[in-house]
């Protein structure tokens, strides 16, 4: 499936928000308790300060998901989001993304980087594509690209 991106704005707030409600409420719920108005505030503070580091996934112009890097002051490339509706899960976007990032960093000899729910289904995609642990906290694993 062909994607493409455009630059996130303010006004991708309430589909962020749906998005991100979707796919990691239960994630939330499960450990901190999941509350609408908490849930708002926190992207908003989110949205201040990574706004310019989010792109929004479009595929035949309709917004389906997020996609969030940045570059760390070791100089990794850290993935900070990667979001896909739940129609648009299991279609091949997420993993074309993060081969075509995976190539781009190998030839500039960028370590990429991200870290991962520990109920995350998604932790077996990235382990496909080469990511092992190399560390973990109570929720989430930290993992990085070894190929």
């Known amino acids: 499936m062909e994607y493409s991106f455009k630059n996130c704005t303010l006004d991708d707030f309430e589909f962020l928000f ?7 409420k ?10 609408d108005d ?3 505030q926190r992207l908003k503070q989110d ?3 990574h706004l310019a580091h989010k792109r929004i996934i479009l595929v035949d112009s309709k917004k389906v998901g ?5 570059i760390t002051e070791n100089g990794d490339l850290f993935i900070n989001e990667i979001s896909i509706l ?6 091949g976007i997420g993993r074309k993304i993060l081969e075509e990032q995976l190539k781009e ?5 960028i370590r990429t980087i991200l870290q991962v729910f520990k109920d995350n289904p998604a ?9 092992k642990v190399y560390g973990e906290n109570e929720t989430h694993y930290q993992m990085e690209n070894v190929k």
């Open 47 to 49: 949205l201040e300060e």
């Open 66 to 70: 997020v996609y969030a890097v940045h």
């Open 123 to 131: 932790k077996t995609l990235y382990e496909e594509l080469g990511f």
């Open 86 to 91: 739940k129609e648009y899960q299991h279609k």
């Open 38 to 40: 908490d849930q708002k």
């Open 26 to 35: 239960w994630y939330v719920d499960k450990i901190w308790g999941w509350n």
């Open 105 to 109: 960093n190998r030839q500039k000899g």
């Open 18 to 24: 749906e998005l991100k409600k979707e796919n990691f």
